[in-house]
C-alpha cells in the first residue's frame, strides 16, 4: 500500500523539511530535493507509522467493544420484579 498525503500537506511537508535544514543543518536544500527526501520518507517510514496507528485504532476499538456489554446491558427477566415495585 503506498502511503500518499494531499497536496496541501506535500507542500507544507516540503516547506517543513527545506526550514529544518536551513536551521538545523546550516545547508540549504531544494524544492525538488525535499520533495525526494519526503518521498523516501514516505515510502520507507510511512508503513512503519501507518501500521502503527491501524494496530492503536485496533486496540482502541477492541477495548470499546470489550465495554460494551457493560454500557449496553439490560437485566433479563424482570417483569415480576418491576411489577411487585409499583
Same mark, same amino acid.
Given at each position: 500500500m503506498?502511503? =500518499? /498525503?494531499?497536496k496541501e500537506a506535500q507542500k507544507t511537508a516540503i516547506?517543513?523539511?527545506q526550514?529544518?535544514?536551513a536551521e538545523n543543518m546550516d545547508?540549504?536544500?531544494g524544492n525538488l530535493e525535499a520533495g525526494a527526501l519526503l518521498g523516501f520518507f514516505l515510502k =520507507? /517510514?510511512?508503513p512503519a507509522i501507518y501500521n502503527q496507528a491501524v494496530a492503536d485504532a485496533q486496540s482502541r476499538l477492541q477495548a470499546r467493544?470489550?465495554?460494551l456489554d457493560i454500557?449496553?446491558?439490560e437485566e433479563e427477566f424482570q417483569y415480576w420484579t418491576q411489577r411487585k415495585r409499583k
Open positions: 503506498t502511503i =500518499e /498525503i494531499s516547506t517543513s523539511i526550514r529544518y535544514f545547508d540549504e536544500i =520507507e /517510514i510511512g467493544v470489550m465495554e454500557e449496553i446491558h
